[in-house]
């Protein structure tokens, strides 16, 4: 059974820090794309960040150059470092593990969680606050 459990999150002033991390259970990262999705309130859920099993990483444009995913095969564990957090970084963030990797076409779902995306395993969620 795959299991994702996140930690970390909280409230931060605009300009602040903040890392997530996912730990993953039932499944390897060798063959398993980890990422980051996230939804605010009304809007779609989106991936932020991606790690596949050979290394290569993705990140939406919005992020690119303030966020770094990593991962430890040793601890089972995929950490998203968010630095220079905006106001609109606000919201619920999701770890999400699928085979291979997140195709093209689910890389923005409706719902952030397996029923409604149709496809991997996904936690439970985190929320990140991040205040003017």
């Known amino acids: 059974v795959v299991q994702l459990v996140e930690s970390g999150g909280g409230s931060v002033q605009a300009g602040g820090s903040l890392t997530v991390s996912c730990a993953a259970s039932?499944?390897?990262?060798?063959?398993?794309?980890m990422g980051w999705y996230r939804q605010a309130p009304g809007n779609e859920c989106e991936l932020v960040s991606s790690i596949s099993g050979d290394g290569s990483t993705y990140y939406v444009d919005s992020v690119k150059g303030r966020f770094t995913i990593s991962q430890d095969g040793a601890k089972n564990t995929v950490s998203l470092q968010m630095n220079n957090l905006k106001p609109a970084d606000t919201a619920v963030y999701y770890c999400?593990?699928?085979?291979?990797?997140?195709?093209?076409?689910?890389?923005?779902?409706?719902?952030?969680?397996?029923?409604?995306?149709?496809?991997?395993?996904w936690g439970q969620g985190t929320q990140v606050t991040v205040s003017s």
């Open positions: 999400a593990a699928e085979w291979g990797w997140f195709a093209v076409g689910r890389k923005v779902v409706a719902e952030c969680t397996r029923e409604v995306a149709g496809f991997g395993w």
């Open positions: 039932g499944l390897t990262f060798n063959d398993h794309a």
